[in-house]
């Protein structure tokens, strides 16, 4: 009986494989279509080896192939643990679910156990089935883990122990403890999670009421990019250059860049941003209207002007008034080396700087 169930293994190989790259691009488009942002979705298909192995562990318990199975198998890992349960919900709703061979390993555990608790779903392809049609008749398991639980079982596994009853007892204390510190983790990174959307959520109408008591981070950052004065200031800047503002730039470290630009320069709250930038204004269009120019290798390629761009630009003036800071930190803090070398660019910088002075005191002259 193996050797048959092994050639037909064998004979359904570019089946399974199918199957497998087609239920991997499914899930994944499943979860991006509900907006879930997770670690990834992996997929395999059971080795010979391994299949050969089952069949001799279990003899007698498979009568055809299509009882394995976990021939064809996605791995899906959140980050947390509380989106195991919304890629469950994606799958029962989408999906007919083989229940009889479905675990949910999370229920099974006693309470002072973390250990192995993720989801097994074994999924039945049916002529109806989104993207995956081509395969009906077929099943497919679907495995959901945290990327803590991942992190356990994958250790777990290595170390050799398959059950409780494995583990020596002089070493189960310590399992112990690190379930307990393993859920804390868990529960910890969700409520980081639930509170930095909060934040975010929060800021525009913060800003607005309060700027002063906004600190200045990547969240508001990216947040100012998009409202006055910063967009307007961009704005001007892209005008007197005569290039677009590229308010789509896909930058996601950005943000990042420009709230330890500030930090650096002594401004730290949205507030004072504001204010400096209005003060500023005419400064930081005329440094950048004479700067820029000069370092179009930098910057051209892009085809406009990037979201911040006055930010930058009030930065590197204020770092040229003051002899305690150092251009050369904010070219490195905006990682603008490549086409010129740090000193170009900062040489650069101090030429404008000197323009802008220059022109200062003609007018009050």
């Not at 494995?166 to 393993?182: D, H, K, M, S, T």
């Not at 002007?305 to 204020?318: D, E, K, N, Q």
């Amino acid at each position: 009986m193996n050797g048959q169930l092994l050639q037909a293994y064998e004979d359904g190989c570019e089946t399974f494989e199918g199957l497998r790259d087609a239920a991997v691009t499914h899930v994944t488009r499943l979860i991006a279509g509900a907006g879930l942002n997770i670690h990834h979705v992996t997929g395999r298909v059971k080795k010979r080896a391994s299949l050969e192995d089952k069949l001799r562990r279990k003899p007698g318990r498979y009568g055809s192939l299509a009882d394995v199975t976990d021939l064809v198998a996605v791995r899906v890992i959140t980050y947390f643990e509380s989106d195991v349960s919304v890629v469950s919900r994606l799958l029962e709703e989408h999906h007919e679910i083989d229940w009889e061979n479905s675990i949910d390993k999370s229920k099974m555990h006693d309470p002072d156990r973390f250990g192995y608790m993720g989801v097994h779903y074994v999924v039945q392809v049916t002529p109806d089935s989104p993207d995956l049609s081509g395969f009906a008749g077929l099943k497919f398991e679907v495995q959901i883990r945290s990327i803590l639980q991942h992190a356990w079982a994958e250790i777990e596994h290595d170390l050799g122990y398959k059950n409780r009853e494995a583990i020596p007892r002089e070493v189960q204390r310590r399992f112990y403890r690190l379930a307990g510190l393993l859920e804390m983790a868990d529960e910890e990174f969700m409520t980081l999670h639930r509170l930095s959307q909060q934040y975010a959520a929060t800021l525009p109408t913060r800003v607005e009421d309060a700027p002063d008591a906004v600190f200045i981070d990547a969240p508001s950052m990216k947040h100012l990019l998009g409202v006055a004065p910063v967009r307007d200031l961009d704005q001007q800047v892209a005008g007197a250059l005569n290039v677009l503002l590229l308010t789509d730039w896909p930058d996601p470290e950005r943000p990042q860049r420009l709230a330890s630009l500030l930090h650096y320069v002594g401004v730290h709250s949205v507030g004072a941003l504001q204010k400096e930038l209005r003060r500023h204004e005419d400064e930081v269009v005329r440094f950048a209207s004479l700067l820029l120019p000069r370092l179009r290798e930098a910057w051209t390629p892009a085809g406009g002007a990037r979201p911040g761009t006055s930010v930058v630009h009030y930065a590197l003036l204020r770092a040229c008034a003051n002899p305690l800071l150092d251009p050369h930190e904010i070219v490195s803090m905006l990682d603008l080396r490549g086409v010129l070398s740090g000193d170009q660019l900062v040489a650069a910088v101090r030429e404008a700087y000197a323009q802008v002075m220059a022109d200062g005191s003609a007018r009050v002259g």
